[in-house]
T-cell receptor, first 113, second 110 residues
Framework: NAGVTQTPKFQVLKTGQSMTLQCAQD?????MSWYRQDPGMGLRLIHYSVGAGITDQGEVPNGYNVSRSTTEDFPLRLLSAAPSQTSVYFC????????????FGPGTRLLVL | GQSLEQPSEVTAVEGAIVQINCTYQTSGFYGLSWYQQHDGGAPTFLSYNALDGLEETGRFSSFLSRSDSYGYLLLQELQMKDSASYFCAVRDSSASKIIFGSGTRLSIRP
């Protein structure tokens, strides 16, 4: 199993550009989440999904969209990038509602100029 | 909502014991988890306490007191490779979301 994979590893955007961060898992996990990590701020939840076709907002959803058309994939879209979205983005998954262990992808480092 | 408080930094000596505390406020509580993250890496799951008491896994132990809304991670026989950030985490009342504390950076001196 590859676990949770994320692409790209690094990205530089200009303000106003859009892009999609890719996330995939091959563990047949129901629950998937996107977090952003800024220095001293810990991991903040952006959006999450409890199954294909079901998504909801986390703590900091503004400026981001998600969709979950398959169990495996959970892309995160930045509609119009802003410097405040410079961060490290982690995708995570877990088996289901009662499972505590969350598995993280390697992260995407995003710089918005 | 949920909030978790943990110290931002802790320093310890190689071979010693260190305790990282976490206090939480939640509208519903299932248990307390701990994750480790090395610089430049992704968080990895360490432990989970659903019930009061101490859970031991090798050099790492985790403790929970539900009545005090408090837990801690105990690291024994510290090694340089334990230098990392440690996060406590809880599920929200619906169990759909996992919320993290802001993390404790552990620095180990020789």
């Amino acid at each position: 199993n590859a676990g949770v994979t994320q692409t790209p590893k690094f990205q530089v955007l200009k303000t106003g550009q859009s892009m999609t961060l890719q996330c995939a898992q091959d563990m047949n996990h129901e629950y998937m989440s996107w977090y952003r990590q800024d220095p001293g701020m810990g991991l903040r939840l952006i959006h999450y999904s409890v199954g294909a076709g079901i998504t909801d907002q986390g703590e900091v959803p503004n400026g981001y969209n998600v969709s979950r058309s398959t169990t495996e994939d959970f892309p995160l879209r930045l509609l119009s990038a802003a410097p405040s979205q410079t961060s490290v983005y982690f995708c995570a998954s877990r088996l289901g509602r009662e499972q505590e262990t969350q598995y993280f992808g390697p992260g995407t480092r995003l710089l918005v100029l | 909502g949920q909030s978790l408080e943990q110290p931002s930094e802790v320093t310890a000596v190689e071979g010693a014991i260190v305790q990282i505390n976490c206090t939480y406020q939640t509208s519903g509580f299932y248990g307390l988890s701990w994750y480790q993250q090395h610089d430049g890496g992704a968080p990895t799951f360490l432990s989970y306490n659903a019930l009061d008491g101490l859970e031991e896994t090798g050099r790492f132990s985790s403790f929970l007191s539900r009545s005090d809304s408090y837990g801690y991670l105990l690291l024994q026989e510290l090694q340089m490779k334990d230098s990392a950030s440690y996060f406590c985490a809880v599920r929200d009342s619906s169990a759909s979301k996992i919320i993290f504390g802001s993390g404790t950076r552990l620095s180990i001196r020789p």
